[in-house]
C-alpha cells in the first residue's frame, strides 16, 4: 500500500483526473446499451438523406486512445433517387474507427474501415454531387470525412465518377491458396473513358490510402483491349501515393489501348517494357 502511494503520490493532479474519466468512459462503452440510440440514429439519418435507413444492432467501443470505434451490423441504406436503383450499402456487419481528435475538431477521419459481407454502390457525379453524403445530400464541396484505410472481407464495391468517365466494380473474398502476406484476392472490372478493363490483384487484409505510413503487398495484372499491365511489389497510402516499390510491366499490340490515358496517340508497333518502380 505504501508503495502504491509513492509511486501515484508523484502523479499530477490532472493527469489522475484525466486517467479517471478515460476508464470512466472505457467502462461505460463497455455496458452501455447503444441500442437504445439505434431508431433515434436510424430516423435522424431518414430524414436528413430522405432515404430508407435499417440499422440491425449499434455497438460503441473505444480504445485505450479513447478513439471511438462504431459497430453496425445487418445494415442498409437505399441510395439517391438520382444514383443507382441498388442500395447505397447492404452489409452484415461495419466497422469504423474514428481519431478521437478529428471528431474534437470536428473533421472527421476515419482509421479504419472494416466492412464484412457487404454490398457498396460509390457514386459521383461530374458537379461534385455524391450519394454517400447523408446529412448534407446536397452539398458538392470538399469532402468532410477522410478514409486512412479499408479491411474488406467478402465484400463488394462499386465506384463510379461521372466527371472522371470512370466505373469500376471490385469483389474482395479470401485467396484460394493463401501465402502471406498475400491472404486477400480482389477481382475488378469496368470501364474508363468507354474503354474496358479487368484483372485481379493478391494483396493483404488491409488496404491504406492516406497518413497511415503502412504499406501493403499488391501482385497483379490489368488487361485492356489486348493491352496487359502487372505489378509485383508493395504500396503505400494509394491516395497520397507515398510510397511505391514494385516491378511492373506492361505489354500492347500497339498504342491504341493507351488511348483513354495518353489521348490520341499515333500507331506504333507492338510493344513491351518494364522496370522497378
Not at 452484415?92 to 454490398?119: K, N, W, Y
Not at 491472404?183 to 487484409?205: I, L, Q, S
Request: charged share 25%; hydrophobic share 45%; no cysteine.
Amino acid at each position: 500500500m505504501n508503495a502504491l502511494r509513492r509511486r501515484f503520490g508523484r502523479w499530477h493532479p490532472a493527469v489522475v483526473v484525466v486517467t479517471a474519466i478515460g476508464v470512466a468512459l472505457v467502462a461505460l462503452a463497455l455496458v452501455f446499451d447503444w441500442n437504445w440510440f439505434r431508431p433515434r440514429l436510424e430516423q435522424y439519418l431518414a430524414e436528413k438523406s430522405h432515404r430508407s435507413v435499417r440499422i440491425g444492432d449499434l455497438h460503441v467501443s473505444l480504445s485505450a486512445a479513447l478513439d471511438p470505434t462504431l459497430r453496425l451490423r445487418r445494415v442498409r441504406i437505399d441510395n439517391a433517387a438520382w444514383a443507382d436503383a441498388r442500395p447505397l450499402i447492404d452489409a452484415g456487419e461495419l466497422q469504423a474507427t474514428f481519431l478521437l481528435s478529428s471528431l474534437i475538431d470536428r473533421r472527421p477521419v476515419i482509421s479504419r474501415l472494416v466492412l464484412i459481407d457487404a454490398d457498396v454502390d460509390l457514386e459521383r457525379q461530374a458537379d461534385g454531387l455524391r450519394n454517400w453524403r447523408l446529412i448534407h445530400p446536397e452539398d458538392r464541396g470538399p469532402t468532410r470525412v477522410r478514409l486512412m484505410s479499408i479491411e474488406a472481407i467478402r465484400s463488394k464495391i462499386r465506384f463510379a465518377h461521372r466527371g472522371l468517365e470512370l466505373d469500376v466494380q471490385t469483389a474482395a473474398s479470401p485467396a484460394e491458396n493463401p501465402q502471406p502476406p498475400f491472404t486477400t484476392r480482389v477481382a475488378f472490372e469496368g470501364t474508363y473513358r468507354e474503354a474496358p478493363f479487368a484483372g485481379e490483384v493478391e494483396t493483404g487484409p488491409e488496404l491504406t490510402f492516406l497518413e497511415t505510413g503502412r504499406s501493403f503487398p499488391l501482385r497483379g495484372h490489368a488487361v485492356s483491349s489486348g493491352a496487359r499491365l502487372e505489378v509485383d511489389g508493395e504500396a503505400t497510402d494509394l491516395f497520397a501515393l507515398a510510397g511505391i516499390d514494385a516491378n511492373v510491366t506492361l505489354r500492347s499490340p500497339s498504342l491504341a489501348p493507351l488511348t483513354p490515358l495518353l489521348g490520341k496517340v499515333p500507331a506504333a508497333p507492338p510493344l513491351e517494357f518494364g522496370g522497378r518502380l
